[in-house]
């Protein structure tokens, strides 16, 4: 494996924003699970990034870095606090070098659409910011969440104040934040969590800003459904999606949650579902594979929350499908490094896979198929372009 990580040598310390999508040669692992804050995870972290690298993986998506109210990361408080749930910020940084030294990208899960208060402010709530970094007062947090600046820009997360993005000085502190992940703590990569809270827009501005070398929204929303299950047309899902990405620049790529959906019902034996009407993929890999992070579980999906969790007994066949396809394939921790060494070994034969193809169609062009022989993962190995 040594040989594909020299390939990506090259990259790993440009600023080009727009390189990576464009390269095409991704393979993210999301090093984390639901219930990773209760076990020294970045010390844990240290010692696997000798296998994250050798496996192929090109960035590691982290937790979020910042100190939180809950112990997940997900309620952040003191943004420019280091000294999470998942260990010191000394730990962190000793994490983050030893990746680079291996080449393998830090990608910083951006919790941005919310941020708990640390004093009641407006309408008793928790929306003021006092003796902490960056101290917002309650125009910072959007009117609809109890808070005195203007109504938000996407959906609500109820609960807890919502930032509001058209504020000015709301959007410097957050772009000197971001790019101090960037440029001083070591992060390259970013994913927006919960990206369906504020407009795309702000996105925009914000990689523009910080100059990530790769990023990723999380737009997350319902399938479509029948009083039968899921329907098999869902244009209008991926097409939300598609749309995002377009609002970003085009300089995002987002998480495919069509194709979870859709794949989770396929390998149950409905493997028609895995072609649209017009033959092509039916998620947004099919229609925009250089933006379309592909997978089968996260934190929220699997883990212990298990919202919509993939089919156990169908994982390998999933991963065959996600690393054999178009896309930017991501792999779940639990699965990679919780699931025996089995399962460990035949996801990173599969990665293998994932950079032939690379490979293949660089020399030979984007239409190919692969026979089964070549390696008795591969039963779904078929690109479309």
């Known amino acids: 494996m040594g040989y594909y990580n020299n390939v990506f040598d090259e990259c790993n310390d440009q600023t080009d924003i727009g390189r990576v999508i464009r390269d095409g040669r991704e393979v993210i692992l999301q090093a984390y699970n639901w219930e990773s804050h209760k076990y020294d995870w970045w010390r844990n972290l240290d010692g696997k990034v000798p296998d994250i690298a050798k496996s192929g993986f090109t960035s590691a998506w982290l937790p979020p870095p910042s100190q939180s109210l809950a112990p997940e990361g997900y309620l952040p408080q003191d943004l420019?606090?280091?000294?999470?749930?998942?260990?010191?910020?000394?730990?962190?940084?000793?994490?983050?070098?030893?990746m680079k030294q291996y080449k393998v990208r830090a990608m910083a899960d951006i919790v941005i659409n919310h941020r708990v208060g640390t004093t009641r402010g407006h309408g008793g709530m928790y929306n003021r910011y006092d003796g902490i970094s960056l101290p917002w007062d309650e125009h910072a947090v959007t009117s609809c969440t109890g808070g005195l600046g203007n109504r938000s820009t996407g959906d609500n997360f109820n609960g807890v104040p919502n930032v509001d993005h058209t504020q000015h000085f709301v959007r410097k502190d957050i772009i000197g934040w971001l790019r101090w992940l960037r440029n001083t703590v070591g992060f390259q990569d970013f994913?927006?969590?919960?990206?369906r809270g504020y407009s795309a827009n702000y996105v925009k501005e914000?990689?523009?800003a910080a100059k990530p070398l790769f990023s990723v929204g999380e737009c997350w929303d319902s399938c479509n459904y029948n009083g039968h299950g899921l329907d098999y047309n869902q244009d209008s899902h991926r097409q939300r999606i598609i749309s995002w990405i377009d609002a970003t620049g085009q300089i995002s790529a987002a998480f495919d949650f069509t194709t979870k959906g859709i794949l989770q019902e396929a390998v149950k034996g409905q493997y028609w579902r895995l072609c649209d009407a017009q033959g092509k993929p039916p998620g947004v890999m099919g229609w925009w594979p250089s933006r379309a992070v592909t997978f089968l579980d996260n934190h929220d999906t699997g883990s212990t929350q298990a919202h919509w969790p993939f089919p156990s007994h169908h994982v390998m066949e999933g991963y065959a499908y996600i690393l054999t396809h178009p896309g930017i394939p991501c792999?779940?921790?639990?699965?990679?490094?919780?699931w025996g060494s089995s399962i460990h070994d035949q996801i990173v034969k599969l990665v293998f896979c994932s950079i032939s193809a690379y490979h293949w169609t660089i020399i030979h062009g984007p239409k190919?198929?692969?026979?089964?022989?070549?390696?008795?993962?591969?039963?779904?190995?078929v690109i479309i372009h």
């Open 331 to 338: 792999v779940f921790y639990d699965h990679f490094y919780d």
């Open 206 to 208: 914000y990689i523009g």
């Open 368 to 381: 190919f198929s692969i026979s089964s022989k070549t390696c008795p993962l591969c039963f779904f190995f």
């Open 191 to 195: 994913r927006f969590d919960f990206a």
């Open 80 to 98: 420019y606090s280091l000294n999470s749930a998942y260990g010191s910020e000394h730990l962190l940084k000793s994490l983050l070098r030893k």
